[in-house]
């Protein structure tokens, strides 16, 4: 399957209020077969980006839960994270 059969949608936007730099926690549906939960819309120095979902290791560093195997896809989904953030913002 690649990423053209692939239909990204934003499912739930939960929104932090004055939150700093942690704006909303995100679900996302794909192909309505995978639930992605616990994307988080970031404000970084560089403006908003979506960071994957992470799980604290016994070295109590952080590592992402879930992987983009290709620039294309984290593309497509920072993409629509992002697009459904902003529309929800208004």
């Known amino acids: 399957m690649s990423e053209n059969?692939?239909?990204?949608?934003?499912?739930?936007?939960?929104?932090?209020?004055?939150?700093g730099a942690m704006k909303a926690?995100?679900?996302?549906?794909i192909n309505g077969l995978l639930l992605i939960k616990g994307l988080r819309v970031v404000q970084g120095?560089?403006?908003?980006?979506v960071s994957m979902?992470?799980?604290?290791?016994?070295?109590?560093r952080w590592y992402d839960s879930i992987r983009c195997l290709t620039p294309?896809?984290?593309?497509?989904?920072?993409?629509?994270v992002l697009q459904a953030y902003q529309?929800?913002?208004g």
């Open 87 to 89: 529309a929800e913002s």
């Open 5 to 19: 059969t692939l239909h990204f949608k934003v499912d739930r936007i939960y929104k932090l209020p004055d939150s």
């Open 45 to 49: 120095p560089k403006g908003l980006f």
């Open 72 to 80: 294309e896809v984290r593309s497509v989904i920072q993409e629509k």
């Open 25 to 29: 926690f995100v679900d996302m549906n």
């Open 53 to 60: 979902p992470q799980e604290q290791g016994k070295d109590k």
